[in-house]
């Protein structure tokens, strides 16, 4: 059973950093593409960044500021968030390609 379980959201102030962990069971994120999405309030989900052999690719308002990584730990990636604004202020979901989700962490940057 393919389960994604987000981590790391957090309050930061503007100009802040925060990691988010993805940790998936049921398959190899080695295998798939892997994403990062976000959400605000009342406004559709949109693509954050994505890694997929080794090759990544960026939403444009995060290009670099953010980085997403294969993590360290087991079956994990990671998002690195530098430079924080408070538009960055959204539910940031991972995700197995075009499939299944993770239930979201909060990230919230304000002063």
């Known amino acids: 059973q393919v389960q994604l379980v987000e981590s790391g959201g957090g309050s930061v102030q503007p100009g802040g950093s925060l990691t988010l962990s993805c940790a998936a069971s049921?398959?190899?994120?080695?295998?798939?593409?892997m994403a990062w999405w976000r959400q605000v309030p009342g406004k559709e989900r949109e693509f954050v960044a994505a890694l997929s052999a080794g090759r990544t690719t960026y939403a444009e308002f995060v290009k670099g500021r953010f980085t997403i990584y294969r993590g360290y730990a087991e079956n994990t990636v990671m998002l690195q968030m530098d430079m924080l604004e408070p538009e960055d202020t959204a539910v940031y979901f991972c995700?197995?390609?075009?499939?299944?989700w993770g239930q979201g962490t909060q990230v919230t940057v304000s002063s």
């Open positions: 049921g398959f190899a994120v080695d295998d798939f593409l």
């Open positions: 995700r197995k390609g075009l499939g299944p």
